[in-house]
């Protein structure tokens, strides 16, 4: 990351902290490392990325229902998905710092440097080395690389690495009551098993026909190695994921819809495509015949947002295996032949998102410093949030202007019309350039101000966030106003 981009970066995470949205998490202990809370603002911002995600999938697509399954699972899940045996990243230890990298993360590093000072060719071949050793499983191939490029410890500076080790990324605990016989249980790492393990439950209770998704938001746990980036990597965070379940063979043009699809979810947020690329996979995860991520320019570089992962019949043929419960749909439908397709264990086409990583998509792009110049010549500065409207945390601030003259009743009068329908805050304290400037911190779309002439008229003065503009609209058009922008 340049220093300019670091210090942006910065900025935010500090403006996340100041405003309420995003907090150390208990941090009158000095904190968790990369674990945190959602202050007021925060909460509000996520639930609505959540719900936006929630409705486009279970109420925009008649195919897809939701569920909310449990965090623990029993601990056969995880053997049968493969995450006691593959869920884990290639390691390699500082023998003088003691510090610990995933290796990808410190050779993207290295080529990050190199890129930074113009040789971004020789970066690229790195890259490029790495991915093909990373795909062949090849530690001793990736521990010459790293040597041979004599890539050093940040900590230490030197180049005394241990050899490369996996490591499992699964935190576990013991249920029952004597903690010797105690099962070891794991805290879920990813949503999806809890939809596979239901998978005729709900497929038998909601009555759906293939092909049809499941969808599901909630915690999942990844003991990271590598956590920093604010909320870009923590050790507990949310997805939001679908599984979506289709006749074997028609995966790819089922993955081919989701790509665009999920896209598509982005774009309609007001977000500019030219932030976004996808990345195919090099090298595929066990489970999967097709892979690819949904990137977005952060302030440190494209990363993943989002994965479309083509997972086979994996996931449910494995827990046919060890459950040795049938996990198979039975197709009533024929083919081109009229031959009827009868029992399957369907294909699976997954669209996986970090609810914590789209909001720090969202507050990253958002966050604007802002110069203006004033009528009298004069400069100011702002910082504005430009949340898209729809998943703003406050959508309208009612500001009277004073605390009197009966301005407070008329204010209150509308916070009663419009907070049935809408988040909205009131507030009379302060001159009213210092509310609208609190207002843009936390990204309020909309500001009404309530005046004298308010009085007179029933006009009131509504303000644009973005561009800062008033203008004098009737009273009882605020709340429509507000609607159509939402
Ligand atoms: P990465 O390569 O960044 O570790 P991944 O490929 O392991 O991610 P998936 O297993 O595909 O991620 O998970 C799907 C999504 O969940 C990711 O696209 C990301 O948005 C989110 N996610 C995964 N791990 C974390 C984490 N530690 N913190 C926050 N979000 C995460």
Redesign the pocket.
Known sequence: MSTTADNQFQQIISHAKEYGFVFPSSEIYDGLSAVYDYGPYGSELKKNIRDYWWKSMTQMHENIVGIDAAIFMHPTTWKASGHVDNFSDPMIDNKDSKKRYRVDHLIEQFADKLSESGKEEQAKEILHQMDALLAAENFQGLLELIQNNKIACSVSGTCNWTDIRQFNLMFDTKMGSVSDDADTIYLRP?TAQGIFVNFLNVQKTARMKIPFGIAQTGK?F?N?IV?RQF?????E?E?MEMQFFVRPGTQMKWYEYWKEERMKWHLSLGLPAEKYRFHNHVKLAHYADAAL?IEFEFPFGF?????I?SRTDYDLRRHQEFSKKKMQYFDADTDEQGKPYGNYIPYVVET???L???FLLVLSHAYQEEKLTKEDGSTDERVVLKIPPKIAPVKLAILPLTKKDGLPEIARALMDTCKPYFKCFYEEKDAIGKRYRRQDAIGTPFCVTIDHQTKEDNTVTIRHRDSMQQERVKLEDVKSIVMQAL
């Open positions: 990813e999942a990844r990271e956590a909320i870009f990597r923590m050790r965070f997805q991520d990363k993943e947002v989002e994965g992962h996986s998102i970090g914590d990583r789209m």
